[in-house]
């Protein structure tokens, strides 16, 4: 960037500058202008490093966010991260020397690298945006079109297509990557024939892409209005139909209407991420551009400068916006720095062995078993609600009723025990389970169980002197951890 370095001393000058080229007109920018770039962009590339490198590993870790357009936004970080470590060092270093001191074959190198991950990333983009259209504009589509190999095409052709174009520059046939004076930094020059691409692949790898960005969206608002304007009309009918529907067609209706609309909104939160990405990359992207066309003389230095700042700067800020408009990614980057998982972890051992001793302490008597049986002594009807287990101190032990169905065997180990049930404030209960005569009830606590019920219910889990917990129906199914790394 000739245009951005201020060449005062002839010594500074790159030997690749042609000699017609006055130094007053390469003087553009002062010297504390330049420096400021250099610390600000050495900001951006802290900043993108890490960003970027977060995102890629909270993606991959978290399986709740770890649908198809994660896969396109991997990528997308991967070539900003791929920026911030191969492109910006450059920009440093030639904000603080004022000149390009890295040798021929770098020059050529750079901008190849360049304008590849600019591409990747506008290409990503897109690919997102087509994602979220055929998503909500298409959705029978979806499952057709998202399959995992052509999902793993899609990001190889964005990588092939950004970077394969830019070949026959790096050859020498259409154009070539030099040193541009003009420019102050290696760019896209005519090639002996007077041949550039420059032009044709701006078009191709900017005005194309962002074109169809545009149109998707247009489409997809058009649809989710529509969409709105229907399902307002449906409810209005429904509350002025007569007649009414049965209480438990009317809740099925309304759990499904709710769920539907979870899922809608959820959709629309991610369509507007990306829509905000795209934005962002347009304000990064343009000033620099319009800089280019309208001062091609360098009368504002500033706005130049400026514009150098929001095109580095567009490397960086995708993952601002996944933190401050999603949710569930701000959860995968804290999973990701904070690992909770291990945390987690300890936390249910503790729990599990305090929850055995406190049961232990409370049987007066019952003798836990490590046995795949059940003993026990019959001595009168059931009590206790369901499935309840009620421990207090001065009790004589934990009253327990309700069947509680077997867990499947994935523990190596059961741990067994009985224990005669006396409550003379309750009132006999219907007796529950195949062999209900007595108040003996058995409960079979797998190894992990009592933690995962508590987990289950969202009943309180500090282990005291009181343990109060419900059994789901579906005690026999797996406990899946939120966010599960």
Known sequence: MANLFNFTDENNLNPSVEPGVEPSELSKF????????????????????????????ALLKCPKVRNVAAAFIISLCIADFLFCAMVLPFAISGFWTRTWSHGGALCQLVPFLRYGNVGVSLLSIALITLNRYIMIAHHSWYGRVYRKHIIALMIVFSWLFSYGMQLPTLIGIWGKFDYDPELGTCSILPDANGRSSKTALFVIAFIVPAMLIFICYARIFWV???????????????????????NSTDKRSTVKDNRETKARRNEWRITKMVLAIFLSFLVCYLPITIAKVADSHVHYPVFHIAGYLLLYASACVNPIIYVIMN?????????????????????????????????????????????????????????????????????????VSGAARDEPRT?????????????????????????????????????????????????????????????????GGSDKIPDKQ
């Open 30 to 57: 002062s010297p504390g202008l330049l420096t400021f770039a250099a610390v600000v962009t050495g900001f951006i590339m802290v900043i993108g490093l890490f960003g970027n490198l977060l995102t890629v590993v």
């Open 411 to 475: 523990e190596p180990t059961d741990i067994s025990f009985s224990k005669t049930l006396h409550e003379s404030n309750e009132t006999p209960r219907r007796p529950i389970g195949p062999k209900s005569s007595g108040s003996l009830q058995n409960v079979r606590l797998k190894s992990g169980s009592l933690p995962s019920m508590m987990r289950k219910t969202g009943s309180q889990h500090s282990v005291g002197p009181r343990i109060r917990f419900q059994v789901d129906s579906d005690i």
């Open 224 to 246: 989710v209005h529509s969409s709105e304007q229907r399902m307002r009309e449906h409810q209005r009918s429904q509350h002025t139909s007569p007649g009414t529907l049965n």
């Open 327 to 399: 949710a569930q990614y701000r959860a995968a980057y804290a999973a990701a720095l904070c690992c909770p998982l291990a945390r987690l972890s300890g936390l249910t051992s503790e729990m599990e062995r305090a929850s055995r001793v406190q049961l232990q302490q409370h049987t007066n008597g019952a003798q836990p078993s490590v046995t795949g049986g059940v003993q026990g002594r019959p001595s009168g009807p059931a009590h206790g609600p369901r499935g309840k287990v009620d421990s207090t101190p001065g009790s004589r032990g934990p009253s």
